[in-house]
Every structure is written in C-alpha cells, then in structure tokens.
C-alpha cells in the first residue's frame, strides 16, 4: 500500500472524500457533475484513493433503534498489569466481541474505552458478565450509559 505521505491530495480530492463520506452511494457520474469533471478521471480518483488506503471501505449505517440495538455504553476499563502480553491480549480478545463496536488505547486514568451497543440492559449484563468480565487481567470497568444521541457521524472534517 502506498504511504499517505506520496500521495499529494488536491481540493478535488478532498471535495470527492465529502462527498463521499456523506454518501457512499452516489453514482460516478453524479459525483462527476458535482466535481466538474467526467466520469473517467472520478473513478480513477476514486480507485487511487482506495488503494492507498485513503478510503479503507465502504459500509452501511444502521438506525440503532429500528435494529433493537437501544442501549449504547461507554465502557471504561483499567488493567491490572501493563505488560505487552497482557495488552495485546486484552485487545485481541475485544476486538473479537460484536457488541463492542470501538475500542481506543488511552492515555490517562483508564487503559481503554469501548463503545458497547446491545438490546437492552439485560443484554448489557449478560455482555458484562459472559464476555467482558472473563478476560483476564481486567482491574476494573466503569460503565455509562447514553441517555440520547445528539451526534452521531463517521464524516472526518477535511
């Protein structure tokens, strides 16, 4: 994969990125029309951009709520040792749990913070206890729970 430094993005670059980061659907020629270009320099923008990694893949966003998934929780954790083994085991084991749909390494306070979406508080219990709570090394886990959504984006400012 070409490393992001070799490649020099241009405002046409960055204006295709929004578009497509607000719409991953629009059509070649659509997006042409909005960058005024033809559709031939679109889609080799587009394929330059995906094989530098620039653009990592496509996806569908869900509704939370029309899916049953209601209850998001932001899961605090600290360690109890900070070694490389017991940190890369903490992280290969949860990233594999699909309920836990972020997962960051931090500095400060707490080792890590996920991003838990479940059904409902029962569903977080049973998550906490079968699937958090047997990895080892686990000092403690605070949890909040989002009372409502005021943002909720994947776009990146460019």
Not at 73 to 79: D, P, S, T, W
Not at 97 to 100: G, L, R, S
């Given at each position: 994969m070409e490393h992001l430094s070799f490649l020099k993005l241009d405002k046409i670059d960055f204006?295709?990125?929004n578009l497509l980061q607000h719409d991953a659907k629009m059509k070649h020629k659509e997006l042409a029309a909005e960058l005024?270009?033809?559709?031939?320099?679109?889609?080799e923008r587009i394929k330059r951009l995906e094989k530098t990694g620039i653009i990592r893949k496509y996806v569908t966003l869900l509704d939370n709520n029309k899916v049953e998934r209601e209850l998001i929780?932001?899961?605090?954790?600290?360690?109890e040792k900070h070694t490389l083994d017991n940190l890369k085991l903490f992280e290969e084991q949860t990233v594999k749990?699909?309920?836990?749909l972020e997962c960051y390494h931090l500095a400060g306070e707490y080792d890590y913070m996920l991003k838990v979406v479940v059904k409902d508080m029962n569903a977080y219990q049973e998550f906490a206890v079968k699937k958090l709570?047997?990895?080892k090394n686990i000092a403690t886990v605070q949890s909040?729970?989002?009372m409502s959504v005021l943002k909720d984006t994947t776009a990146l400012v460019l």
């Open positions: 204006k295709l990125l005024g270009l033809t559709v031939t320099p679109v889609y929780a932001i899961c605090m954790v600290k360690l749990i699909p309920e836990v709570s047997v990895i909040s729970f989002a």
